[in-house]
Each structure stands twice: as C-alpha cells, then as structure tokens.
C-alpha cells in the first residue's frame, strides 16, 4: 500500500526586481508549512524563481540570460535543497535553464528526499510566437526565449509512486498525458503561469481560463488513472494578471483541493497510490483496449489535414 500526503505550493507574483533569495525564503515558508502537515512531496510554479519574463520583448535575447540558472543547486536554490533534506520531503520546481552549450530551456526538475535531482524535465509544448506582435494585448515570447524541449516525457519511481513532469501548456495536449500514462505514471506534477487573459481574443478571460485548466487537468488525470498536481505562480505580477486555481486531483479525475487565493497558498492531500490500478486495469487498461494501428497520425503529422 503506497500512500503520501502531497502538497502543491502556489506562489504569488514575482516582481522583476525581486531576488532569487527572496522567492525561496517564500518557498522554504510553504515548504516548512508542509511539512508541519506531513507532506512528503511538494511541487512548485513552472519559472518559480523569477518573474515570468516572456511577456516582455527584448531584441536582443542575451540581455535575458541573468533570468537563467547555470547550475542546480546553486547557491540560491541550496538552502531549499537541505531543507527537504532535514523534512525527508520530494519536491519539483520549474526554473530557467542555460546549459554549458548555450541552450535555453524552460524547465522543471524533481528532487528525493535524498536532494538528488531524479528526473530533469525540458518544456515540450511552447505556447506564443517568437517576433514582437503589437496586435496581442500581451506579448507571450516563450518561443523567442526558449527552445523545445529535448527531454521528451520520463517517469521515474521515487519514494515508492511512478513520477512524472510536464510544465503548463503541456496540460492542454493529452499526447503529454498519454506518454506519461503508458509509462504507468501515478503522479504528475505539472507548474504553470497562465496569463489570465487570452491575448488574442477578449472573450477568454480569468473564468474561462480556469475552466480549460480543470478540464485539462482532470481529463488528463482521469484517462490515464493518475494523480495529478497543478500549481500555479498567479496573481499580478509587475502589472499582469495570472489565473490561481491550483489543484490535487485523483485518479478519477475530481478535484480533492483547490486553492482559494492568489497569493503564497498551501493545498495538501492524501493520495492512495493503490487508487490508480482500478482505472489502469479496467476502462483504461491500455494493453487490452488500445488500437495503435489507427493512431499513426499522431506521430505521423502536426497540423490537421482537410477531408479529400
Ligand atoms: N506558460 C504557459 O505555457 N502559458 C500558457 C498560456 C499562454 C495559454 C498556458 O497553457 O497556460
């Protein structure tokens, strides 16, 4: 039997000037707060340590590197790293990545108790454009700042659960869900910063976001007989609205916590393991139901073709 009391830390705005040391002293608050409830895994926002850059539009993109880490740990991120350690507490968190070679990457990592970095997760589905768009009411530049992913979707066994990353627009794409799903996940753990207007239409805002958020989530969930965490940075931040609305959710793909606020927030629950088999060995039991020779186009092709 293989049940953990896990948390979803949402964070509230960062401001640009606001230090790397500061944001984890608000981590290391919700994370003690967690474990003085008896969390034993925590995740965290994607980009938990910085303001979410890519609304803003710089040409030359080099003037962005200081919001990147070069290394984890660093000497920043350390102090959250021993404290973990001292609770015995897995957590995730979603950083901007440099690599030695020079590649940008909006990526999330999951950490043992034992502080070593178990899985590294690179963000696959990158959401917006790459070119200043003055039609949008918002810039949303993650294709300028980063690239795709190379990690593809890993599950790893850590404190006794099979787990895995996606980072934000990832959620909205079951093609992540099902990946994670066919390595037998039974925990995903998914950050997010979702601008609370869509920046091409005026008729998507904060109530309709939340929405596709949950339907996202617990459809994913649900469909592939996992845990999920979803936890956002929200609420303004250097003058630009995120949607809240951070959620546990079970196997059966309901929501079991939800935070109520916009700001630092603690959401916990008891997740019973044991609870994804049943969906995994009945409607969802991929070996006896899936039909692989009808789904090449999903591999096959990215935009959608018309009828001849
Ligand atoms: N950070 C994100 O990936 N945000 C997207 C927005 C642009 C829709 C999201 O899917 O929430």
Redesign the pocket.
């Known amino acids: 039997m293989t049940k953990l009391k896990i948390a979803a830390a949402q964070i509230g705005g960062i401001q640009k000037d606001e230090s790397r040391e500061a944001v984890v002293a608000r981590m290391l608050a919700l994370m003690d707060e967690a474990h003085a409830q008896g969390v034993q895994f925590i995740a965290y926002p ?1 980009m938990t340590l910085t303001t979410f850059f890519p609304r803003f539009y710089v040409e030359d993109r080099a003037e962005f590197d200081h919001w990147f880490e070069t290394e984890m740990p660093n000497a920043a991120t350390a102090p959250l790293f021993a404290r973990a350690k001292a609770h015995g507490m897995g957590f995730t968190f979603g950083y901007c990545e440099l690599t030695p070679e020079g590649l940008h990457y909006n990526t999330a990592i999951l950490v043992s108790p034992e502080g070593e970095i178990r899985l590294t997760y690179r963000k696959t589905h990158l ?2 454009h790459a070119e200043y768009e003055p039609e949008r009411s918002h810039q ?1 530049l ?1 294709k300028r700042y980063f690239l795709p992913g190379d990690t593809g979707f890993n599950v790893t066994k850590m404190q006794g659960v099979n787990m895995g990353l996606a980072i ?2 990832d959620r ?1 794409w079951p093609e992540t869900w099902r990946v994670l799903g066919l390595q037998s996940v039974q925990l995903v753990a998914i950050g ?4 609370s207007q869509n920046n091409l239409s005026k008729d998507e805002g904060p109530a309709r976001r939340i929405y596709h958020h949950e339907l996202s989530m617990c459809a994913g969930a649900y469909q592939n007989s996992t845990w999920a965490i979803a936890v956002a940075k929200c609420g303004t931040e250097d003058g630009n609205h995120m949607i809240g609305g951070s959620v546990i959710v079970d196997p059966d793909g309901y929501v079991v916590a939800r935070a109520t606020g916009e700001g630092d927030e603690l959401i916990v629950a008891e997740a019973d393991f044991d609870r994804c088999a049943f969906g995994a060995s009945t409607v969802f039991d991929f070996a006896a139901h899936r039909r692989i020779e009808h789904y090449g186009r999903i591999t096959a092709q990215t935009g959608a073709s018309q009828p001849e």
């Open positions: 994607e959401p917006g949303h993650e934000c627009n909205r997010y910063n979702t601008p």
